[in-house]
């Protein structure tokens, strides 16, 4: 078995908690369902244990500890904030956190029925989050970065995915988002992977946002794709009327973003249906519903 698929136990959580945090390992402990980079595991109430699976490299965690405990201080929905370190030892060799829990069930679980409700929620959080980041921010190359610079990403996940009576229109929506201008501001905090199973819903509305491994410096465009991939039909109308924020150019970078976000959710969808690793049977609805509401125009909908 290769280092990145090892099996992680509740055995195995717990024996790490009484070797580096025993105040915490007699809390009850239960697996958390999904995940790919990590997987998560319930500790008590109000804590849980990210554990690195997948990735292959510390950094995501590591830029978690370091930048999370700041953002969570202003921003009006609860993130997860890490409170314990958990260092590579002989029976894991890689990092785990204990983070705080964030209450409500994973979008790609639940649903929005508030989509009103849910739009100026959104609105208001990603205000909140795009200021201006500090020098030291993380960035990428993916991430936060101008639609053209992802152009393998999308060919990647259209050949694989994307349909082929819808191609074209695809391939014109993805057109218009690599022609836009770039982001002319100073690069401000992006969560950068805002997709159905990253935030969690209660009550029929936004109630959380998780997993800010792909958190970086760059264009909010990336933030703003959610408006379609989040949100049900004529959401992203409401959505931008209340961002405020969001020029033209904005607004077809962060479409093109959402198409291309919606084919990844399709090939995981696809990829699940196959029984492949890491793969998610219920991502492929979401991310053609999500397509589907790129496609009916800038707003997911005729804008009234």
Not at 9 to 17: A, G, K, P, Q
Not at 171 to 195: C, F, K, N, Y
Request: with cysteine.
């Amino acid at each position: 078995m290769i280092e990145s698929e090892m099996e992680i136990s509740e055995d195995l959580v717990r024996h790490l908690l009484r070797e580096q945090h025993p105040d915490l390992a007699d809390l009850p402990i239960r697996e958390v369902a999904g995940g790919w980079g990590n997987q998560m595991w319930r500790l008590g109430d109000e804590l849980a244990v990210r554990m690195q699976r997948m990735d292959t490299s510390p950094e995501l965690q590591l830029k978690e500890r370091r930048w999370l405990p700041m953002l969570a201080a202003r921003l009006p929905l609860p993130i997860p904030v890490p409170v314990r370190d958990g260092a590579p030892s002989e029976r894991f060799p890689k990092i785990w956190t204990v983070m705080t829990w964030v209450e409500g069930t994973p979008l790609d679980h639940g649903s929005i029925t508030r989509g009103d409700h849910a739009a100026e929620t959104l609105s208001e959080f990603l205000r909140a989050l795009h200021v201006e980041a500090p020098a030291d921010a993380p960035t990428a190359s993916d991430f936060g970065a101008h639609p053209k610079d992802c152009a393998d990403g999308f060919e990647h996940f259209f050949e694989a995915v994307a349909p082929a009576d819808l191609a074209d229109e695809i391939r014109a929506v993805w057109a218009e988002a690599v022609a836009a201008p770039r982001w002319q501001g100073p690069p401000v905090w992006v969560h950068g992977d805002l997709h159905p199973a990253n935030v969690v819903v209660a009550d029929g509305t936004l109630a959380g946002v998780v997993d800010f491994g792909a958190l970086v410096a760059g264009d909010p465009a990336w933030d703003l794709a959610a408006a379609w991939l989040l949100l049900p039909a004529g959401g992203a109308a409401r959505f931008f009327d209340s961002y405020a924020q969001a020029d033209e150019a904005a607004v077809r970078r962060a479409r093109g973003l959402a198409a291309m976000r919606s084919l990844f959710l399709m090939s995981m969808g696809r990829n699940g249906d196959h029984g492949l690793p890491g793969g998610k049977p219920n991502w492929g609805p979401a991310g053609r519903s999500a397509l589907d509401r790129v496609l009916k125009g800038p707003w997911g909908c005729p804008r009234p």
